[in-house]
């Protein structure tokens, strides 16, 4: 029999070659490219290949009852309302995050409250012994909970001892790249091992109707790391966000066969772990430094949830030939729209300037609604003329210099006015939503914000090349 020729796989992206090279040409990763066995099944010859005729397969049409998929709640809100609803069985998730975020504390609270419901949670874990895991569960207070526990990195052996006892309704691997398959020459983590691995839990899952939830690793870019098949062929895909220095962490969908994409869950980190928010706009605008210049509130949506953060600017004089240009939370492109837009069609100079942008609490905003806020912020911060604090901004501003509509305008300034707010600067054509006791100051152009900052400014206007254009 003919010896099986090794391939080099990228371990960033699973692109296969011939031979080793230094750099992937598929992604443009280097030094990702390791040696994998070929599969021992290629390797044999055409007659000892065993091959079976197919099925006939009755074909359906697309008329026919629909049946919502049944729900598994968790007992976390928050987890659930990303989920859209609790797990579905039969369903794999994989969940990624950066380490030390909480993955592993977010799966055993919710394996926790599962199990304590009267149905069997597994948690696989190929990173810590048993010990290490009820450790951590003493310190969260769930020593109690029926959770059982494995410590395992062969597939096959983790599939046997699951079949071996009454189904599981929930199954958590912590994590995917532990797990091995002895189906595979590889080393655990490769592409290869990954993908195959998951194959056999997809697998078992979908036979089963046992909900497995695998813990991903990511990469330094952020993105989950293996390849991006594993993503493909789950049924929902979770990141779970945060800054470091924040205690604040954000559980988002970016794929979901069996719900919403665009929702997020609120979590904070305490001592006895997850704490689930509740109201994130309240806890968001806690420390506020009311009367600062700088300082803007931005009315957002996630999902279907609104909320209300505090966009931070800060403008300094610069002597370097390149200003800089620093932001945390945000589009760092869309700042860069932003001020040619202030500096073209409103006269304000921050060509002299370096601009430093925070969206406090460690969020990330992706709509384009923010755009009203952030220039609102930043010629506060040039002028050091404090916004009101009882005003909320939210708008998207186009290369003209128009303020330009968003959606779900009604649900923003209801939030407002919950948490206080009395003002409201949006687009015209949000007029019309307008709540009651919020008074609305409804605008067609950057421009004009700009006028009413400038002309409200505590000290005289600065010059062309102090930073506004008096003209």
Same mark, same amino acid.
């Not at 687009?427 to 009413?452: F, I, Y």
């Given at each position: 029999?003919a %010896?099986?020729k090794?391939?080099?796989v990228?371990?960033?992206c699973?692109?296969?070659?011939?031979r080793?090279?230094?750099?992937?040409?598929?992604c443009?990763?280097?030094?990702s490219?390791?040696e994998e066995?070929?599969?021992?099944?290629?390797a044999?010859?055409?007659?000892?290949r065993?091959?079976?005729k197919?099925?006939?397969?009755?074909?359906?049409?697309?008329q026919g009852?629909?049946v919502?998929?049944p729900?598994?709640?968790?007992g976390?809100?928050e /987890? #659930?309302?990303?989920?859209g609803?609790g797990?579905?069985?039969?369903s794999v998730?994989l969940?990624g995050?950066d380490?030390?975020?909480?993955k592993s504390t977010?799966?055993i609270e919710a394996?926790?409250?599962?199990?304590g419901t009267?149905? &069997?949670?597994v948690?696989?874990?190929?990173e810590?012994?048993i010990a290490?895991?009820r450790?951590?569960?003493?310190?969260l207070? @769930?020593?109690?909970?029926?959770?059982?526990?494995?410590a395992?990195?062969?597939?096959?052996d983790?599939v046997?001892t699951?079949k071996?006892d009454e189904?599981?309704?929930l199954?958590v691997?912590d *994590?995917?790249?532990?797990?091995w398959t002895?189906t595979?020459?590889?080393?655990p983590?490769?592409?290869?091992?990954?993908?195959a691995?998951t194959?056999?839990?997809?697998r /078992?899952?979908?036979t089963? =109707?046992?909900?497995?939830v695998?813990?991903g690793h990511v990469?330094?870019?952020g993105?989950?790391?293996?390849p991006?098949?594993?993503e493909?062929?789950v049924?929902t895909?979770?990141? /779970?966000?945060?800054e470091g220095?924040?205690?604040?962490r954000?559980?988002?969908a970016?794929k979901n066969?069996?719900?919403p994409?665009d929702e997020?869950?609120?979590f904070e980190m305490t001592?006895l =772990?997850?704490?689930?928010?509740?109201?994130p706009?309240?806890?968001f605008?806690s420390? &506020? #430094?009311l009367? *600062?210049?700088g300082?803007a509130v931005?009315?957002?949506?996630?999902?279907?949830?609104p909320?209300?953060?505090?966009?931070?600017?800060?403008?300094a004089p610069?002597?370097l030939?390149t200003?800089? %240009?620093?932001?945390?939370?945000?589009?760092?492109n869309?700042?860069?729209?932003i001020l040619?837009?202030?500096?073209? &069609?409103? =006269?304000?100079? @921050?060509?002299g300037?370096?601009v430093?942008l925070?969206v406090?609490?460690?969020?990330?905003i992706v709509e384009?609604?923010a #755009?009203?806020a952030v220039?609102a912020?930043l010629?506060?911060?040039l002028?050091?003329t404090?916004?009101?604090?009882d005003a909320v901004y939210f708008g998207e501003v186009g290369?003209s =210099?128009a303020?330009r509509?968003?959606p779900?305008a009604a649900? %923003?300034?209801k939030?407002?006015?919950?948490?206080? /707010?009395t003002?409201?600067v949006?687009?015209?054509?949000g007029r019309?939503?307008a709540?009651e006791g919020?008074?609305?100051?409804?605008?067609?152009?950057l421009a004009?914000?700009?006028?009413d900052?400038v002309? &409200?400014?505590?000290?005289p206007?600065?010059s062309?090349?102090?930073?506004v254009?008096?003209?």
């Amino acid at each position: 029999m003919a %010896r099986a020729k090794p391939t080099y796989v990228c371990q960033a992206c699973g692109a296969v070659y011939p031979r080793w090279q230094g750099k992937c040409e598929a992604c443009g990763a280097w030094n990702s490219i390791a040696e994998e066995a070929a599969a021992s099944a290629a390797a044999l010859p055409a007659a000892q290949r065993t091959s079976r005729k197919g099925r006939v397969i009755k074909l359906e049409t697309l008329q026919g009852g629909g049946v919502e998929a049944p729900r598994t709640s968790t007992g976390i809100g928050e /987890f #659930d309302r990303v989920t859209g609803g609790g797990f579905v069985p039969g369903s794999v998730v994989l969940l990624g995050g950066d380490p030390g975020i909480g993955k592993s504390t977010l799966l055993i609270e919710a394996a926790a409250k599962l199990a304590g419901t009267g149905r &069997r949670a597994v948690y696989v874990s190929g990173e810590e012994a048993i010990a290490q895991i009820r450790m951590r569960a003493e310190r969260l207070g @769930l020593a109690a909970a029926p959770v059982e526990l494995m410590a395992e990195t062969n597939v096959e052996d983790v599939v046997a001892t699951l079949k071996a006892d009454e189904p599981a309704a929930l199954v958590v691997v912590d *994590s995917i790249q532990t797990m091995w398959t002895e189906t595979v020459e590889s080393a655990p983590g490769t592409v290869t091992q990954v993908r195959a691995a998951t194959q056999l839990l997809f697998r /078992f899952a979908k036979t089963t =109707g046992a909900c497995i939830v695998l813990i991903g690793h990511v990469t330094k870019e952020g993105q989950i790391a293996g390849p991006r098949v594993v993503e493909h062929m789950v049924d929902t895909v979770l990141s /779970f966000e945060g800054e470091g220095g924040h205690a604040f962490r954000v559980l988002r969908a970016l794929k979901n066969r069996f719900g919403p994409t665009d929702e997020i869950g609120v979590f904070e980190m305490t001592g006895l =772990g997850l704490k689930e928010v509740a109201n994130p706009s309240e806890l968001f605008l806690s420390e &506020r #430094d009311l009367g *600062s210049p700088g300082t803007a509130v931005f009315a957002g949506i996630e999902g279907s949830r609104p909320l209300l953060v505090e966009i931070q600017a800060l403008a300094a004089p610069t002597t370097l030939g390149t200003p800089r %240009r620093a932001v945390v939370g945000w589009d760092p492109n869309r700042l860069s729209m932003i001020l040619a837009v202030l500096e073209a &069609r409103c =006269g304000v100079r @921050l060509s002299g300037h370096d601009v430093y942008l925070n969206v406090a609490g460690g969020l990330r905003i992706v709509e384009p609604a923010a #755009d009203l806020a952030v220039a609102a912020a930043l010629v506060s911060a040039l002028t050091g003329t404090p916004l009101p604090a009882d005003a909320v901004y939210f708008g998207e501003v186009g290369l003209s =210099g128009a303020v330009r509509a968003v959606p779900q305008a009604a649900a %923003r300034l209801k939030e407002a006015g919950k948490l206080g /707010f009395t003002r409201a600067v949006i687009p015209e054509s949000g007029r019309t939503a307008a709540t009651e006791g919020l008074k609305v100051v409804a605008v067609t152009a950057l421009a004009g914000v700009v006028a009413d900052l400038v002309a &409200r400014a505590p000290r005289p206007r600065r010059s062309v090349a102090g930073g506004v254009d008096d003209g």
